[in-house]
Structures are given as structure tokens and as C-alpha cells.
């Protein structure tokens, strides 16, 4: 089987930076994807992890070490606007397994 | 503009009564997915088919079915045997099974009378 690990719920400071972790158990692992989605609204793909190493996308970047099973998302510079839930997904050569989700607060 | 619709928005269901919720989707994927969300909870897959006339069973399949008629659209029928239906549910298509991007609908949300 697989299973994915990542924190309920994580709260912030607006301007700061914030770190979403996700540790994964999965056979054919190929990469890891982040997704975003805003109360009632639809997840939308953020990045895609499939070597190791660092990713950046503009205030957003996402990490992944295949030999420790573990990824994460990095926030910085945090606006209201990115309170939202994560979920980070492993892709296999069949759907994506999503993970459970991160709700993360962005306080001022 | 591509992209994927559901329909509708709301639905309400009564008991013993079977629904069907609309996904289409104009993106020219091939594969297409259904997602049941619970409160704080995550994506579950219900079920998914990877080309037209051919679907498999996900995670939660007991209580659902589906068709894949068409490339463009993948309705999900809900019958009264889910005893628990009210959620949130989400179709997703991807250009592959495989792929690590999937592009969601808005969403429907489900409520049981």
C-alpha cells in the first residue's frame, strides 16, 4: 500500500515564511506533487518534485529527497491570500494518492 | 477557454434516491477521475478511467458507478446504496493516468434530505 504523512494544521505570520512537510511510503514512486485549494473552491496544481533537490516558482518552492521518502513546500513572504489547504499527491504510473492536507492560517 | 465543468453546484438527495453529477471537460484529456472530499479530509478516488468506454474502480467504489462514453465527459451516479453521500465531490482529468498534473471542476457539493 501507500500513505502519505503531512502536519493537520499550521498557522503563520503574514511576511514570513512557512514550511509544509510530507514524508511518503509508497512502491514506484516517481515524483511528488503540491496542490492548493482555498475553502470550497477546486485544487489547483502548484509543483512537481521528480529529482532531488530544490524547485522554485515564485514565492513558492518545493523540495524532494527520494532517499529519506520526505518533501516539503516552502511559503515565503506570506500573504492572506495563501490560507488555504495543501496536499501534497505521490505520482505512480496510476493515479495520483493524495495526501490528507495541510490547512495552513495566515495571521496578521 | 478549456477547462472542466461540473453541474450542478448543489445537489440534494433523498433517501433511496439515485443522483448523477455531470463532469465535462474540453481539455482533450484522456484520462478522467472522480474525488470524494470529507471535511479535513483529503482526496479519496471513487473511480477513474484512462480512455473512453474503459474505467476502473478507485479507493471508495462501493456505492457509485460510472460511464466513459464520451472522451469529453464522465458522469458519476450516486445510488442509494452510499449510505453516507454527503460530501464534496470533484472531477479531475489529466492528459495521462499517470500524469503529476491533474486539473480539477469546481466541485459539487451533495446533501442528503
Known amino acids: 500500500g501507500q500513505s502519505l504523512e503531512q502536519p493537520s494544521e499550521v498557522t503563520a505570520v503574514e511576511g514570513a515564511i512557512v514550511q509544509i512537510n510530507c514524508t511518503y511510503q509508497?512502491?514506484?514512486?516517481?515524483?511528488l506533487s503540491w496542490y492548493q485549494q482555498h475553502d470550497g473552491g477546486a485544487p489547483t496544481f502548484l509543483s512537481y518534485?521528480?529529482?532531488?533537490g530544490l524547485e522554485e516558482t515564485g514565492r513558492f518552492s518545493s523540495f524532494l529527497s527520494r532517499s529519506d521518502s520526505y518533501g516539503y513546500l516552502l511559503l515565503q513572504e506570506l500573504q492572506m491570500k495563501d490560507s488555504a489547504s495543501y496536499f501534497c499527491?505521490?505520482?505512480?504510473?496510476?493515479?495520483?494518492?493524495f495526501g490528507k492536507g495541510t490547512r495552513l492560517s495566515v495571521i496578521a | 477557454d478549456g477547462g472542466i465543468t461540473q453541474s450542478p453546484k448543489y445537489l440534494f438527495r433523498k433517501e433511496g434516491q439515485n443522483v448523477t453529477l455531470s463532469c465535462e471537460q474540453n481539455?482533450?484529456?484522456?484520462?478522467m477521475y472522480w474525488y470524494r472530499q470529507d471535511p479535513g479530509q483529503g482526496l479519496r478516488l471513487i473511480y477513474y478511467?484512462?480512455?473512453?468506454?474503459?474505467?476502473q474502480k478507485g479507493d471508495i467504489a462501493e456505492g457509485y458507478s460510472v460511464s466513459r462514453e464520451k472522451k469529453e465527459s464522465f458522469p458519476l451516479t450516486v445510488t442509494s446504496a452510499q449510505k453516507n453521500p454527503t460530501a464534496f465531490y470533484l472531477c479531475?482529468?489529466?492528459?495521462?493516468?499517470?500524469?503529476?498534473?491533474?486539473?480539477f471542476g469546481p466541485g459539487t457539493r451533495l446533501l442528503v434530505l
Open positions: 479531475a482529468s489529466s492528459i495521462g493516468t499517470g500524469e503529476e498534473t491533474q486539473y
Open positions: 509508497t512502491s514506484g514512486f516517481y515524483g
Open positions: 518534485n521528480a529529482l532531488d
Open positions: 478511467s484512462q480512455i473512453v468506454n474503459d474505467f
Open positions: 499527491a505521490v505520482k505512480r504510473n496510476t493515479p495520483l494518492v
Open positions: 481539455l482533450n484529456h484522456d484520462a
